[in-house]
């Protein structure tokens, strides 16, 4: 149950950038960058494990992306889901598994204006096709996490590589009636479809019914994206995190395969399309986060 005293809007985040007059900047990946830095994942939460095992850690990268210039640092809960914890053998309970992750992101913020994340990912792994669990174990899986998220302190739900239908219309029904802010960022294969089938334009435009702050694109290639954005028209508020690995975007060892300035070279011929966020996703770094802040100071102004 969500109290309503902890209910906030979606003004802060969209306030936030109409005060900024550009793009926010989103930060960048946290679970490739930690296998970069030797902190091993669980085979079922992924990085997420390292918020008990190594939170200085995780505090200090947060800090990282903060002081490379990022304006929305995602919490690194992109595998705390239910789904994943039941598969866990962690000792402290799901709630305060999440709660304690969204801990680590508000503590690194301290008392800057960022806005903190809520990162929610698809129930099962998010680049599988097949569904394998039951229409109630998604749906408790996202409400859940959602609320706990939420009830953390969270500023917005930030879903993430969201491809099947099916939880799309749960997590935005859900967000939608409790007025909890969210973006919904897509991911989706080279002919333009969900993984789950569906065109990705038939699926932006039914996701605008819903009272959504944003809508993203994230772990796809930029030629991907660019591939879309040719034939279809963008959202009014839309933003955009690529993948910057060096192989398939499913590969579970992902190493940087685009520098900063390379990145940001990517980045350009889309901002005359005016996102409300552009970030960078699995193989970047705040080297990536940093390229760009210091581009938007050259276009923008600080």
């Not at 598969?87 to 309970?93: C, H, R």
């Not at 859940?144 to 491809?163: R, V, Y």
Request: with cysteine; charged share 25%; glycine share 6%.
């Amino acid at each position: 149950m969500i109290e309503a005293e902890t209910k906030k809007t979606e003004t802060d985040f969209l306030s936030f950038q109409k005060e900024k007059n550009r793009p926010l900047i989103l930060d960048g990946a946290i679970g490739t960058l930690l296998l970069e830095r030797n902190l091993p994942p669980d085979t079922s939460l992924w990085s997420s494990s390292s918020n008990v095992t190594f939170p200085e850690e995780i505090i200090r990268l947060h800090k990282e992306y903060i002081s490379a210039g990022a304006e929305i640092v995602t919490t690194n809960t992109f595998r705390t889901n239910p789904v994943a914890y039941k598969l866990s053998d962690l000792t402290i309970s799901n709630e305060e598994f999440v709660r304690n992750s969204v801990q680590l992101a508000l503590k690194a913020r301290g008392d800057r204006k960022v806005i903190v994340a809520g990162s929610n990912a698809p129930a099962e792994d998010c680049y599988q096709a097949e569904r394998t669990i039951s229409k109630t174990e998604l749906e408790y899986n996202h409400k859940k996490h959602i609320e706990w998220l939420w009830e953390s302190g969270c500023d917005i739900i930030w879903n993430e590589t969201q491809s099947h239908l099916d939880e799309i219309e749960i997590i935005s029904k859900f967000c939608s009636q409790n007025s909890i802010p969210f973006v919904m960022n897509f991911y989706f294969d080279n002919g333009l479809n969900l993984l789950s089938g569906e065109p990705l334009y038939h699926v932006v435009d039914f996701i605008k019914s819903y009272s959504t702050a944003a809508i993203g694109f994230n772990c796809i290639k930029p030629e991907l994206f660019l591939k879309f954005a040719k034939s279809n028209p963008l959202p009014e508020r839309f933003g955009f995190y690529f993948n910057c690995g060096d192989g398939n975007v499913s590969d579970e060892n992902i190493s940087c395969g685009i520098d900063p300035a390379a990145y940001v070279e990517l980045v350009k011929p889309f901002l005359t399309h005016n996102p409300i966020f552009v970030g960078s996703c699995c193989g970047s770094n705040p080297n990536h986060t940093r390229a760009i802040k210091e581009y938007f100071d050259e276009v923008y102004g600080s």
